[in-house]
């Protein structure tokens, strides 16, 4: 997947919420996400958040399984800072 293919903005609103402003450009949080998600978990990530989870060509459950390890990676306290903050803030 492509770092331009990949909503990264709608993706951690989507797992996040709406609570805080995001204070990165789009490309910054698509090479945050790239860093720190799997390929295959970038696109259920991304078709998830898109709303065409149909068009992956995998089953049901690996389909939740990646949901679910992709959301704790994002929500860990590591990562959700990266997403807000600049270095050496």
Do not use: P, W
């Not at 860093?35 to 992956?56: D, F």
């Amino acid at each position: 997947m492509k770092l331009k293919e990949l909503e990264a903005r709608k993706i951690i609103q989507m797992v996040i919420g709406d609570k805080r402003a995001i204070t990165k450009n789009e490309d910054e949080l698509a090479l945050i996400l790239k860093k720190r998600l799997t390929k295959k978990e970038c696109e259920v990530l991304n078709a998830k958040a898109c709303g065409v989870m149909e068009t992956l060509e995998m089953d049901e459950t690996r389909c939740e399984a990646l949901l679910a390890s992709a959301i704790k990676k994002i929500k860990n306290e590591s990562v959700h800072g990266d997403f807000f903050y600049t270095k050496g803030e």
